[in-house]
């Protein structure tokens, strides 16, 4: 490790806390609109479903299109260098939407918004990749991407509750959060400290690593890489349909009132965290696991938002939902970017990480819009929790086709086990 760690032990810590923080603000503006679209679709001159839906799509357009170049820059001029200037312009941004009288000047801000954050799923992995003990990366990414279920937390709630209950105007949500924003940048100009290690060093487990890359013909575009990309697909689209529109489906499809649907919707966050932490805690541990879990928890992300459709009543569907949160989007993450980041030199898991959440992530320029446009068309949006569903089961057996029939006849492009 860098001269960094050996000065300082805990920096692995204050990395996690900065990077959980990052996520934090990140998920609280993701989510901070989704239970309160209705004000939004009357301020702005009462736009469609299709409309609204796009300003989440335009954000995830941006934020997909970012993660290559970013990624490029993180390994060139360091994460500091990145995040800063990143996260400043992420601040403009939600003030931007904040103080939006119409619907171009939202969708301008929610371009900003994500071409600044997408710059930081590169530098923050890459960070932990890094920085973490081997037999703790798993979990340690996990704490980071737990983060995002408090964000989402805190997003969905105090909108639904100050918004939806309160009668406080939406905008106020965007100014809050970009002082939250602010704040998260000083912490990373305290704790994120600039990486000396000149960019010819390398580790001798770096060497072996790319030894055996090249010895395995390992390239982005290999069917074992298309498959992971397609796995990370399904599940980044049901999730994203399910963050953006799940409160407005429980509200209109399942009589919710919108005062309380927050609370429903953020089940999925709170119980993703000890989902999370208990799954990456055994694969350190049992990183001969690895594969079989992955399968496993996409079978059980696509059985649960089925269930999300079907569900007879409200007991049905918290139980629904809580299940989603255990084996859904948070649970597989951290054991999918450790298979990642294990696989490539230090100096370049930015950039494989940036090419890996590049194609995960374009399904979330699609599910927002794709979702809102089925809501328009038909009056339900029954039909896309069903793709949702439907990309997730062909996820699980393409995986087990792919990867896993192989895994004894040659060792796995994107695993180091």
């Not at 029954?382 to 995986?399: E, M, N, P, W």
Request: hydrophobic share 50%.
């Amino acid at each position: 490790m860098g001269q960094t760690v050996k000065n300082d032990p805990n920096y692995y810590k204050k990395i996690i806390v900065a990077l959980c923080l990052g996520w934090v603000v990140i998920w609280i503006y993701r989510t901070i609109l989704t239970p309160i679209y209705p004000q939004i679709q009357e301020s702005l001159g009462n736009i469609s479903d299709t409309q609204v839906g796009l300003v989440a799509s335009i954000y995830f357009f941006a934020y997909t299109g970012m993660q290559i170049p970013s990624g490029i820059l993180v390994d060139k001029f360091g994460q500091k260098r990145v995040l800063i200037p990143a996260f400043i312009v992420f601040a403009l941004a939600a003030f931007v939407i904040g103080t939006s009288s119409t619907i171009t000047q939202v969708y301008i801000g929610a371009l900003l918004a994500g071409l600044s954050t997408g710059s930081y799923y590169g530098a923050a992995f890459s960070l932990s990749a890094k920085y973490m003990p081997k037999d703790k990366k798993s979990f340690s990414n996990a704490i980071i991407n737990s983060g995002a279920a408090l964000g989402m937390v805190i997003g969905l709630v105090g909108s639904s509750v100050l918004v939806g209950g309160l009668e406080i105007k939406w905008n106020y949500m965007l100014y809050i959060t970009s002082i939250l924003i602010v704040a998260v940048t000083f912490v990373f100009a305290l704790f994120v400290k600039q990486d000396k290690k000149s960019p010819t060093e390398g580790t001798s487990e770096d060497k072996k690593i790319a030894q055996d890359a090249d010895s395995q013909g390992m390239n982005l575009f290999s069917p074992k890489q298309l498959v992971i990309y397609f796995v990370y697909f399904a599940t980044c689209y049901g999730y994203y349909m399910i963050v953006t529109w799940l409160p407005s489906f429980l509200v209109a499809e399942k009589g919710f009132e919108q005062g309380s649907v927050g609370y429903v919707a953020a089940l999925v966050a709170i119980t993703a965290v000890p989902g999370a932490l208990i799954f990456s805690k055994y694969i350190d541990k049992n990183a001969h696991m690895r594969l079989k879990l992955i399968l496993f928890l996409l079978i059980g992300a696509a059985v649960t938002i089925s269930l999300t459709v079907f569900a007879p009543n409200p007991s049905v569907l918290y139980v629904a939902l809580i299940l989603y949160g255990l084996l859904g989007k948070l649970a597989i993450d951290p054991v999918l970017i450790t298979y990642v980041s294990d696989s490539v030199p230090s100096d370049r898991v930015a950039k494989a990480l940036g090419f890996f959440n590049f194609f995960g992530m374009s399904s979330s320029v699609v599910a927002p819009t794709l979702t809102g446009y089925i809501g328009d068309i038909t009056g339900t949006k029954v039909l896309a929790f069903y793709i949702a569903a439907i990309l997730l089961a062909v996820a699980a057996i393409l995986f087990f086709l792919v990867v896993m029939l192989r895994e004894n006849k040659a060792t796995s492009p994107l695993t180091n086990e």
